[in-house]
């Protein structure tokens, strides 16, 4: 990835074509007099005349063009196709000439596959002309979340005769915010679990009489399907069915964000995850909690070490989006931190997200669970080098940890860090199906 430093920064260089003419204009010249042949004189002139014109043609020429970046969507999500489009407009008072154009992006090769640059006419003197400006477009496809700059933008420039060359980099990078990849879960995972008393929305009675608080005047607008005839006729006028009032119920998630637990965080390259296992941790999480808020669910989360996402109370829950719980998620990362001292046990369901945790850890975790309420934990680890190889070979989780948390009445789930998210969730199913009835 370019530093800021060198946007603006021309580069200038003779292709191999160019240098051959050069060494060939020395020989000429060399040949010349060491032969006493003048003629060659005029070769030699020549063929270095040739590289140097077109060194100053594609110094000349360089380009100097304002760049406007446009995504769409504005927000990206990982793994999933997102369309950028660049304004590019000539700046000068002069044409500019063909070229070759690639962006700056923060993954494989660090750009994207050069295309065509058509040439633009010159500025007007105060306003931009119709004709010097152009606009592009690429796809883009984040492998991974975070927030990473896409540009600056690079512009190559060749003589037609291919023997000089000048590239730069023209524009400021752009900040995208990248969130990690939401996975459809199936309905019934939680509510399979859990029976029928805390995954449905829970309907509030007061005292009185039963028409009476189900029940107002009619307003300019109210369905007629809506009118309560038995209330109409005892107060003389149209009576309607109110909105039901309704409690939500509450969940938790448990999010492992300690760097101790995840073996695989170390020796990765630039362009790939800090620790894979920990990237299936966030992609759980993010699907997890956004299946449980469309569930009708008040979410609260909760790390095993200091908190880096914001904490919601009830009452903004109610205008809290997924989008901005995604976009808090973008930019979580593993600590160095230590687990949390005290307990934050809420009622309801716990579902917790962990790599392979120290003691102190499991025993933080293993305490948030009330009695009577169900929990879930997944337990993420990373696929080794031998596993990769050899489709076959499995190392099991460790058996001490699986079992200490199954004695603490926790439902484990064990799954690796390519393991599919949609079944991890559906084996919560499976599992707690097992334990109803004793298999």
Same mark, same amino acid.
């Given at each position: 990835?370019?530093?800021?430093? +060198?946007?603006? #920064?021309? &580069?200038?260089?003779?292709?191999?074509?160019?240098?051959?003419?050069?060494?060939?204009?020395?020989?000429?010249?060399?040949?010349?007099?060491?032969?006493?042949?003048?003629?060659?004189?005029?070769?030699?002139?020549?063929?270095?005349?040739?590289?140097?014109?077109?060194?100053?043609?594609?110094?000349?020429? #360089?380009?100097?063009? %304002?760049?406007?970046?446009?995504?769409?969507?504005?927000?990206?999500?990982?793994? &999933?196709?997102?369309?950028?489009?660049?304004?590019?407009?000539?700046?000068?008072? #002069?044409?500019?000439?063909?070229?070759?154009?690639?962006?700056?992006?923060?993954?494989?090769?660090?750009?994207?596959?050069?295309?065509?640059?058509?040439?633009? &006419?010159?500025?007007?003197?105060?306003?931009?002309?119709?004709?010097?400006?152009?606009?592009?477009?690429?796809?883009?496809?984040?492998?991974?979340?975070?927030?990473?700059?896409?540009?600056?933008? %690079?512009?190559?420039?060749? *003589?037609?005769?291919?023997?000089?060359?000048?590239?730069?980099?023209? %524009?400021?990078?752009?900040?995208?915010?990248?969130?990690?990849?939401?996975?459809?879960?199936?309905?019934?995972?939680?509510?399979?679990?859990?029976? *029928?008393?805390?995954?449905?929305?829970?309907? &509030?009675?007061?005292?009185?009489? +039963?028409?009476?608080?189900?029940?107002?005047?009619?307003?300019?607008?109210?369905?007629?399907?809506?009118?309560?005839?038995?209330?109409?006729?005892?107060?003389?006028?149209?009576?309607?069915?109110?909105?039901?009032?309704?409690?939500?119920?509450?969940?938790?998630?448990?999010?492992?964000?300690?760097? *101790?637990?995840?073996?695989?965080?170390?020796?990765?390259?630039?362009?790939?995850?800090?620790?894979?296992?920990?990237?299936?941790?966030?992609?759980?999480?993010?699907?997890?909690?956004?299946?449980?808020? #469309?569930?009708?669910?008040?979410?609260?989360?909760?790390?095993?070490?200091?908190?880096?996402?914001?904490?919601?109370?009830?009452?903004?829950?109610?205008?809290?989006?997924?989008?901005?719980?995604?976009?808090?998620?973008?930019?979580?990362?593993?600590?160095?931190?230590?687990?949390?001292?005290?307990?934050?046990?809420?009622?309801?369901?716990?579902?917790?997200?962990?790599?392979?945790?120290?003691?102190?850890?499991?025993?933080?975790?293993?305490?948030?669970?009330?009695?009577?309420?169900?929990?879930?934990?997944?337990?993420?680890?990373?696929?080794?080098?031998?596993?990769?190889?050899?489709?076959?070979?499995?190392?099991?989780?460790?058996?001490?940890?699986?079992?200490?948390?199954?004695?603490?009445?926790?439902?484990?789930?064990?799954?690796?860090?390519?393991?599919?998210?949609?079944?991890?969730?559906?084996?919560?199913?499976?599992?707690? %199906?097992?334990?109803?009835?004793?298999?």
């Amino acid at each position: 990835m370019k530093r800021r430093d +060198e946007v603006g #920064r021309v &580069r200038l260089a003779l292709t191999q074509r160019g240098w051959l003419f050069l060494v060939a204009s020395v020989t000429a010249f060399a040949w010349a007099y060491a032969a006493g042949l003048p003629e060659l004189l005029y070769v030699g002139v020549l063929l270095a005349a040739l590289p140097i014109a077109a060194v100053i043609y594609v110094w000349t020429g #360089r380009p100097t063009l %304002g760049v406007n970046r446009t995504f769409t969507p504005h927000l990206f999500e990982a793994g &999933r196709s997102a369309n950028v489009s660049l304004r590019l407009s000539n700046l000068r008072t #002069r044409s500019t000439r063909r070229a070759q154009w690639w962006d700056s992006v923060p993954w494989g090769t660090g750009r994207t596959t050069p295309a065509p640059l058509p040439a633009l &006419r010159p500025r007007g003197t105060r306003f931009a002309s119709r004709g010097n400006g152009v606009t592009v477009e690429y796809e883009l496809r984040p492998p991974r979340r975070g927030i990473f700059p896409i540009g600056p933008l %690079g512009v190559d420039l060749a *003589d037609p005769f291919g023997m000089a060359r000048t590239w730069q980099l023209l %524009g400021e990078p752009q900040q995208v915010i990248v969130t990690p990849e939401v996975v459809p879960l199936a309905d019934t995972g939680l509510a399979a679990s859990i029976g *029928d008393g805390e995954a449905r929305l829970v309907q &509030r009675k007061g005292g009185g009489d +039963e028409d009476d608080t189900m029940t107002r005047e009619y307003r300019p607008g109210d369905a007629m399907r809506r009118v309560h005839w038995r209330a109409s006729a005892r107060y003389g006028d149209l009576m309607v069915r109110q909105e039901e009032h309704r409690s939500l119920p509450e969940a938790r998630v448990i999010i492992d964000t300690r760097r *101790d637990s995840y073996a695989d965080a170390w020796g990765q390259q630039d362009d790939t995850a800090e620790s894979p296992a920990f990237e299936w941790a966030i992609r759980m999480l993010a699907s997890v909690t956004v299946h449980l808020r #469309r569930a009708g669910f008040v979410v609260s989360i909760d790390e095993t070490a200091p908190t880096q996402l914001p904490q919601l109370s009830r009452r903004r829950q109610r205008t809290w989006n997924d989008e901005e719980f995604l976009i808090g998620l973008a930019g979580v990362q593993l600590s160095d931190g230590d687990a949390p001292a005290a307990s934050s046990m809420k009622p309801g369901p716990v579902i917790a997200i962990l790599g392979m945790p120290d003691d102190a850890t499991v025993h933080w975790v293993a305490r948030q669970r009330r009695s009577g309420e169900l929990g879930i934990v997944f337990l993420v680890r990373a696929v080794t080098a031998m596993e990769s190889l050899d489709t076959s070979f499995h190392l099991p989780i460790a058996p001490a940890l699986t079992e200490y948390l199954a004695d603490a009445g926790w439902l484990v789930v064990p799954v690796r860090d390519d393991d599919d998210h949609g079944a991890a969730w559906e084996a919560v199913v499976v599992e707690s %199906g097992r334990s109803r009835t004793g298999g």
